[in-house]
């Protein structure tokens, strides 16, 4: 099915550990994006890349790198994992800004 | 930066009832769209809608732009329509940010 594909769906690292979380979309969309959503605080944008080969900081980018690898994915790393960042992780990707599409997200334990 | 207000952040209502939900921003936006996050926690974009008013099925949206609210209704409610609904905008950077949510209760 088309769509927004997001690998692994839960994860737990021990403090300092690194994982790069993946983020694959087969609709032919521009602009790709990584959230957080942590309990009583929406979603906060990490990183966002208008098309392939740009991209910037959003609200909360520190802690995390990102690749846009090609036009289809979008990676999330975390160089050395912090209890602060334990959280559910949301990729998403759009066309024309006016519809977005989001994968079903990761859950990230680091203890 | 621009800020989003979502009221109320908690809502329960018994099945059939109607509701709205308001979502206030404090600069002018190009982009406000509209989202339900279901209670298994998957995101789907219900309205883009950054002026005027959209209906599909049982649930609308009118935004007043020049007003800086935007506003969504519910009609009839069922218990599937239970999850947290969010607002988010577009900034001039064109960075997309939400606001905190209105959780949703249907119940039976």
């Known amino acids: 099915n088309a769509g927004v594909t997001q690998t692994p769906k839960f994860q737990v690292l021990k403090t300092g550990q690194s994982m790069t979380l993946q983020c694959a979309q087969d609709?032919?969309?521009?602009?790709m994006y990584w959230y957080r959503q942590d309990p009583g605080m929406g979603l906060r944008l990490i990183y966002y890349?208008?098309?392939?080969?740009?991209?910037d900081k959003g609200e909360v980018p520190n802690g995390y790198n990102v690749s846009r690898l090609n036009k289809r994915e979008f990676s999330l790393r975390l160089e050395s994992a912090a209890p602060s960042q334990t959280s559910v992780y949301f990729c998403?990707?759009?066309?024309?800004?006016?519809?977005?599409?989001f994968g079903s997200g990761t859950r990230l334990t680091v203890v | 930066g621009i800020q989003v207000e979502q009221s109320p952040p908690d809502l329960i209502l018994q099945e059939g009832a109607n509701s709205t939900l308001r979502c206030n921003f404090s600069?002018?936006?190009?982009?406000l769209q509209w989202f339900h996050q279901n209670p298994w926690g998957q995101l789907i974009n219900l309205f883009y809608?950054?002026?005027g008013t959209k209906q599909n099925g049982r649930l609308s949206a009118t935004t007043v732009a020049t007003e800086r609210y935007s506003l969504l209704y519910i009609s009839s409610s069922q218990t599937t329509d239970s999850g947290v609904y969010f607002c988010?905008?577009?900034?001039?950077?064109?960075?997309?940010?939400f606001g905190k949510g209105t959780r949703l209760h249907i119940l039976p």
């Open positions: 998403a990707s759009t066309l024309n800004q006016r519809g977005y599409t």
């Open positions: 609709m032919n969309h521009n602009s």
């Open positions: 890349s208008a098309s392939e080969g740009t991209t």
């Open positions: 600069d002018s936006v190009n982009n």
């Open positions: 809608i950054p002026s």
């Open positions: 988010a905008v577009m900034r001039r950077d064109d960075k997309i940010i």
